[in-house]
């Protein structure tokens, strides 16, 4: 009898330490269960289906044992929370639901871990309780899926990265260790779409997932930077780095970064979700009247390829003053002044000799059209007093661009400038640097994020398709707005685009790049082309200027991921409508029952009847509709449909 009695007292010993908690969505469709053993292991169902399965976190931090390891519980407690939020800029809509279950468990050793279930996905964090600076060897986590699992993977070649990658559909078992990619990543298993991302990131590195050769990602992080050097060709923007053996020194009591999956299974959903938004820290700005979304008259993308003139283009103040003359009588809110208006990139507090910025500031003035600065990240690291400079010539904010790293230094380097630029009333659109993570809730100056590989990608290559554009608001823009840069007037089908730094054109139709402004979300947005040929082609132009750049409601009427997109947004009483295909052409049909009672105008722009011969090819016409009405839409090959809906 001793056996027997031997091992019925240890499994009784092992049940007594393995302990399983729950917690559900508000809508009781999404499941999350944590699991307390030698690990902490936690899994997620949705509608009794296994989505995650057994993925474990730990944290190693110097001179404690490791949390997550062989935990001990002193404490839990679960609570409902359900609030309202009112975003500074409203990227979707101007009231977002944030419902919510959350789990604490509390541990010996100073430590916690909060779980928290939505409708539309779950969250997890560390929190640290250590009255003291510690330093983070190493924090651990595999996402394991409960079955074969499809990815879009955003492949990375090096950690030091802009994050602008090709979402690449791949088998997930396929993947390597070696090979990793940045967030956000979309999985597809056992048919739930699981989108994983990180937010409310703060003096912490960014994450990065690595293959495991089976259904599952591990996590790896930049370590700290030791020493950043000068590039050894003695370029102003890359940094050779040495790095510590370390992730991070931080204050011991603090919450790590929410670690974010979103899970549906309807393709509709993600394009819905505000989640990064809800986990993001609160803003820490009191005054927030002076922040002004708008659209962009944009230099770069075009080259200053200005004609009809009776000055020679080039980066001087005539030329930019045409920027302005085209923004005001279009109605748009800035211009940007890109790379070339300084006297060099590293000296960002003198202007070009041919480039009078007061004058401009002045004349904008006059014209309602402000003035933002491109500058570089590394010549302001050293030196926030720029910014001085920058607000005593009455700019309104800056293009920050080439961090290009996401250790712990860049995302303190990033909130730092936003506070510093918040201090001065100037705007800020990070270029060169990772996806959102919550830094534009915390500081909402921070109207834009680059972090996606978009249009001026067509001056060096062809990767710019319509599968691409119509897989970046699955996937990408989940995260946060995103600066794409649309308004491309060149218009081609692969058989015919040309490659051309100076004069780009873009892949897909014409309305393809139109419905942009409407599907994808970014309140500072850009018209990228050239004023001479914006005012040449009216009819669009005049379309775009109507397009406002934050929303008051949104509606996913139908959507698949990186196939087709169909979708509505509202600003105070006019909706807009956006559709954009891949290289399949498509037929849909437009459900307006979203409108209220009563007669509506509907200003259409789509897809001529050779639309898929010349891209170029567009009919503009105004239809009226009422509530109800079932409109069908034909779109090209890489097309796109858009209309602007007013009340009779």
């Excluded at 309140?523 to 050239?530: E, I, K, N, T, V």
Aim: aromatic share 12%.
């Amino acid at each position: 009898m001793k056996t027997p009695l031997f091992f019925f007292a240890l499994i009784f010993s092992l049940n007594l330490q393995a302990q399983d908690y729950e917690i559900a969505s508000p809508d009781k469709n999404l499941k999350l269960k944590v699991h307390l053993g030698d690990k902490i292991a936690f899994s997620i169902y949705l509608n009794d289906k296994e989505i995650i399965a057994n993925s474990t976190m730990n944290m190693d931090i110097e001179g404690h044992d490791t949390f997550g390891e062989s935990p001990k519980i002193k404490r839990k407690h679960i609570a409902n929370a359900s609030a309202e939020l009112h975003p500074v800029v409203a990227l979707k809509r101007k009231n977002i639901e944030d419902s919510y279950q959350e789990l604490t468990l509390d541990f010996k050793g100073n430590y916690a871990l909060v779980f928290r279930a939505y409708n539309d996905g779950a969250a997890y964090r560390f929190v640290t309780n250590i009255n003291k600076e510690v330093v983070v060897n190493h924090e651990s986590f595999t996402l394991s899926f409960a079955g074969e699992t499809q990815a879009l993977f955003p492949k990375e070649d090096s950690m030091l990265s802009h994050n602008e990658r090709l979402y690449l559909p791949t088998k997930l078992d396929t993947l390597n260790t070696d090979t990793f990619c940045s967030l956000p990543i979309l999985t597809k298993v056992n048919g739930a779409n699981v989108l994983f991302t990180e937010t409310d990131l703060s003096d912490y590195p960014g994450m990065f997932l690595f293959g495991t050769m089976g259904n599952a990602l591990t996590a790896g992080f930049p370590h700290h930077v030791k020493e950043a050097k000068p590039a050894k060709n003695g370029g102003d923007r890359n940094q050779i780095l040495t790095y510590d053996d370390f992730l991070a020194k931080t204050s011991g009591k603090r919450n790590y970064p929410w670690r974010v999956m979103i899970i549906t299974d309807d393709d509709k959903q993600l394009l819905e979700s505000t989640l990064v938004y809800q986990l993001s820290a609160t803003s820490k700005l009191q005054d927030t009247d002076w922040i002004k979304p708008g659209k962009v008259a944009w230099d770069w993308y075009n080259a200053n390829n200005i004609y009809g003139v009776d000055f020679k283009s080039g980066l001087k103040t005539e030329t930019y003053k045409y920027y302005i003359d085209f923004a005001s009588e279009y109605g748009l809110e800035y211009i940007i002044l890109d790379e070339g208006w300084s006297k060099s990139t590293t000296q960002i507090d003198e202007p070009n000799p041919d480039i009078d910025i007061k004058e401009l500031v002045d004349y904008g003035e006059q014209k309602k059209v402000g003035v933002i600065l491109w500058t570089l990240w590394g010549p302001l690291d050293h030196n926030f007093g720029i910014l001085d400079r920058y607000k005593s010539w009455g700019v309104k904010g800056i293009k920050v661009d080439f961090m290009q790293r996401s250790d712990q230094y860049m995302v303190d380097y990033l909130e730092q400038l936003a506070a510093a630029a918040a201090k001065r009333h100037l705007l800020v659109d990070y270029h060169g640097t990772y996806k959102p993570s919550g830094l534009e809730r915390m500081y909402p100056n921070v109207i834009n994020f680059e972090g996606v590989k978009g249009n001026e990608n067509n001056k060096w290559s062809h990767e710019i398709t319509p599968e691409h554009t119509v897989t970046i608001p699955f996937t990408r823009m989940v995260s946060g707005p995103m600066d794409f840069t649309p308004g491309a007037m060149v218009n081609a089908h692969l058989i015919n685009h040309n490659i051309s730094f100076d004069r780009p054109m873009a892949l897909g139709t014409r309305c393809h790049q139109l419905a942009m402004y409407v599907v994808y979300e970014s309140p500072l947005q850009m018209l990228c082309d050239s004023p001479s040929v914006y005012y040449k082609e009216p009819e669009t132009t005049g379309f775009i200027a109507q397009i406002p750049t934050v929303w008051d409601e949104t509606k996913i009427l139908d959507a698949k991921v990186a196939d087709y997109v169909l979708l509505a947004r509202k600003k105070d009483d006019v909706w807009f409508v956006g559709a954009m295909t891949d290289n399949t052409p498509r037929e849909m049909t437009l459900d307006l029952s979203f409108l209220e009672s009563g007669q509506y105008v509907m200003e259409v722009m789509k897809d001529g009847i050779n639309a898929d011969r010349f891209a170029q090819d567009y009919v503009h016409e105004k239809v009226e509709v009422s509530s109800g009405d079932r409109q069908k839409i034909k779109l090209a090959s890489g097309g796109g449909w858009a209309a602007i809906i007013t009340k009779k």
